[in-house]
């Protein structure tokens, strides 16, 4: 979509939360700059310039949903979908469940939660908030908040979007070829071969981030 009366540009808060420590210094091998042969950059913490990373384990990120998404369960899958079927990377998204209880983003390790709210700016349709480590960058849990006003206008392109920022990878401006350009192209549901590369990289068999 070329022009539009809303605003698509995602809103990406971080929240930067040392309280969680798993390793010691020594321990902790911190991956520092995005490649720049990527047309897609790594997301990284702009004052440190560390890389923001899921740990690499066996099992799939949890991810979970408020019941007033019920409606677009479709629609999230075919978006998970879309970045589980890149070959070359070992991070995948799990088969999204109902949250029965208030997700707790202190507490939520490995977790992807999709909510709804009312968000006070009328005109963003969804905005995505990542917990993570401030030092070594290890992502504890990424939230797409999707407002009750605009629920009926999200698209598949904003889901894939928005669940690449919390791959995460960032978000780009310019003429490049990816679902994580913006404006958001309504007609590109998938990630790209420049989006692919880029995960890869981070999470291929030969992983950015150690850890």
Not at 23 to 31: A, I, N
Not at 68 to 88: R, T
Not at 147 to 169: F, M, Y
Not at 193 to 202: G, V
Request: with cysteine; hydrophobic share 35%.
């Amino acid at each position: 979509m070329t022009s539009t009366s809303r605003t698509r540009n995602p809103i990406l808060s971080i929240c930067l939360m040392t309280v969680f420590t798993y390793c010691t210094p020594d321990e902790t091998q911190v991956c520092l700059g995005s490649p720049e042969d990527l047309q897609v950059p790594l997301y990284e913490n702009n004052q440190t310039g560390v890389i923001i990373h899921w740990t690499t384990e066996e099992n799939c990120i949890t991810v979970t949903y408020h019941s007033g998404l019920e409606e677009k369960l479709v629609m999230i899958q075919a978006a998970l979908d879309a970045w589980n079927q890149i070959s070359c990377s070992t991070l995948c998204f799990g088969i999204p469940s109902l949250q029965k209880i208030p997700f707790d983003p202190s507490t939520a390790e490995r977790h992807l939660h999709l909510t709804t709210d009312k968000l006070s700016d009328k005109d963003i349709i969804i905005t995505t908030s990542l917990t993570y480590d401030n030092d070594n960058g290890r992502l504890f849990n990424a939230i797409l908040e999707i407002n009750t006003t605009h629920l009926q206008n999200l698209t598949p392109a904003d889901l894939t979007h928005h669940i690449g920022l919390a791959v995460p990878l960032s978000a780009v401006t310019g003429d490049i070829d990816s679902i994580m350009a913006i404006p958001i192209h309504a007609s590109l549901n998938k990630p790209t071969s420049n989006d692919q590369k880029s995960i890869c990289r981070l999470y291929g068999q030969d992983p950015y981030c150690r850890d």
